[in-house]
């Protein structure tokens, strides 16, 4: 039920998208989900699987879900662990001191799409680098 | 095909509707509330209470979400508050546009607080902004202590918990002082109140800071 309310929000955000832009139709869109966002992405693959076939401009959009690891930095000892692994209590001193730096996140990077004016079918702006995978 | 970077949030466009809501609400004077909590930890309950209190000085109006049903309008209906019955067509959550819908039915342009009773539910109703001015969540003692570390984001994003039914603690291993030092290490700025809307005790602090909320809507 969740992942269904999301992927309305989604869809709607990229209507918006596409009529601010002028676009036909969207061929990919790229999603960044943190581990700890609470999103199932194998669920949430499958509705958008569902969705999209009923939403003509998004009819093609292929979902890729690019995982973002999740990171708690601890306010005792100034260390930064992986959350999934240790949980809140910080494994290297024991402190409940702690909080999320990254991984909760739910963002739209970015989207492939085919413009309707014939003008700019040709322009390819060039992809962003991926966030650095910091805290490795 | 071009790629067009767009680093947006997934629910941006709720969060763009919801505060459209929230400046319209303000310009009207209308406080929204937006009341979180689990099932059964005394929603409607701790709203009759309140209706009844404050329905002499404020025009309240209440929208009660729930996936089915409307059991829960009919309870407020009749503590003589207009009430309407938000379906929100199974989902688990009320997002800005089923707000916005709900008070377009309710037709409550005058009046001056109307809380949204929102489905019952710790979790999502968290992450959607509904456009409500205030967030106010329910914790009941027979739910525990604990809550604050399962649900940590519903006590982040609230601007008050209302720790309810006190009136059974002696029944339970329920530590408020616990609970309060884990919704404010996750929330600094929490307003908290111990409440019974049976015994109505604590009430009158809740209320009166949801009269000086409402006040302070319309400055």
């Given at each position: 039920m969740h992942e269904m309310g999301i992927i309305l929000h989604l869809a709607k955000t990229l209507d918006e998208t596409a009529e601010e832009q002028n676009l036909k139709r969207i061929g990919k869109v790229v999603l960044q989900v943190g581990e700890v966002s609470g999103i199932m992405t194998d669920y949430f693959e499958e509705c958008w699987n569902w969705f999209r076939k009923r939403h003509p401009k998004l009819e093609d959009a292929e979902l890729v879900i690019e995982t973002i690891p999740a990171f708690t930095y601890c306010s005792s000892c100034e260390r930064t662990y992986p959350t999934v692994r240790f949980g809140r209590e910080c494994p290297y001193c024991h402190s409940g001191e702690t909080w999320l730096v990254r991984g909760n996140e739910c963002v739209i990077k970015e989207i492939e799409a085919e413009s309707n004016d014939p003008d700019e079918t040709r322009t390819e702006i060039e992809t962003p680098p991926t966030p650095e995978e910091d805290g490795k | 095909m071009k790629i067009i970077e767009l680093k947006e949030t997934i629910t941006a466009s709720n969060d763009r509707d919801a505060q459209v809501l929230r400046d319209e609400l303000k310009r009207q004077g209308t406080l929204l509330v937006n009341l979180m909590a689990s099932p059964g930890a005394g929603k409607t309950t701790l709203l009759e209470r309140t209706i009844q209190d404050l329905k002499d000085r404020y025009s309240i109006a209440v929208m009660e979400a729930d996936v089915d049903s409307d059991v829960d309008a009919k309870r407020i209906e009749l503590m003589g508050a207009r009430a309407v019955q938000a379906h929100?067509?199974?989902?688990c959550h009320m997002d800005a546009g089923m707000t916005r819908r709900a008070l377009e039915e309710l037709d409550a342009k005058d009046a001056d607080l109307v809380i949204l009773e929102n489905v019952g539910n710790l979790i999502c109703p968290a992450e959607f902004d509904t456009g409500a001015g205030k967030n106010v969540m329910i914790l009941s003692v027979p739910e525990g202590d604990d809550k604050p570390l399962k649900y940590p984001l519903m006590f982040t994003t609230s601007d008050v918990l209302l720790i309810s039914k006190?009136?059974?603690?002696?029944?339970?291993?329920?530590a408020i002082e616990k609970c309060v030092e884990r919704a404010k290490k996750l929330n600094p700025s929490i307003e908290i109140f111990a409440v019974s809307s049976k015994t109505g005790e604590g009430m009158a602090a809740w209320e009166n800071w949801l009269s000086n909320a409402i006040d302070a809507w319309k400055a």
């Open positions: - | 929100t067509g199974g989902m006190i009136d059974v603690l002696p029944y339970f291993d329920f």
